[in-house]
């Protein structure tokens, strides 16, 4: 069992940076467009760059999330950040749930 000693994070508020397309004479064309920077966001980021396909993210977050969200990974989940090959860096940090919730 892994105890996690509470600590206070607080959360860096990354300022506000124009993109260098935005600049751009004329509109920029990318293969890929990702909106949001979450999970789903990052991975297939990661995912695509794993394939040799860059992609742009846009989001609203100026921060990481605020709180905890990932506490427990589920199979699947593990099984995707395996791919992007991030499933051993994750798999420490996680908690270990035996057994389930009945219904
Ligand atoms: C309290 C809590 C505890 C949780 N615990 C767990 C857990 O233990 N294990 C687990 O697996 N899951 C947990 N979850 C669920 C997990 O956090 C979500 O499933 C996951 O964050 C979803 O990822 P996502 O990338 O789809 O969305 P989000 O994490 O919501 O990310 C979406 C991003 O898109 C941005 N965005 C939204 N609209 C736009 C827009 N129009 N333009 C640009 N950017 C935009 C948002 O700012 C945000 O950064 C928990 C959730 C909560 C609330």
Redesign the pocket.
């Known amino acids: 069992m892994v105890w996690i000693k509470p600590k206070t994070y607080k959360n860096p508020v990354f300022p506000y940076q124009r993109f260098v397309d935005q600049d751009a004479p004329t509109p920029v064309r990318h293969q890929v467009v990702i ?7 990052l991975t297939a980021a990661l995912d695509l760059a794993g394939r040799n396909i860059p992609s742009v993210i ?4 100026r921060t990481v ?1 605020v ?8 199979k699947k ?1 593990l099984e995707t950040m395996n791919r992007v090959e991030l499933g051993d860096k994750m798999r420490p940090h996680g908690l270990v749930i035996w057994g389930q919730r009945r219904q």
């Open positions: 909106f949001g920077s979450g999970p789903a966001g846009l989001t609203q977050n999330s709180g905890n969200r990932a506490i427990c990974f589920a989940t």
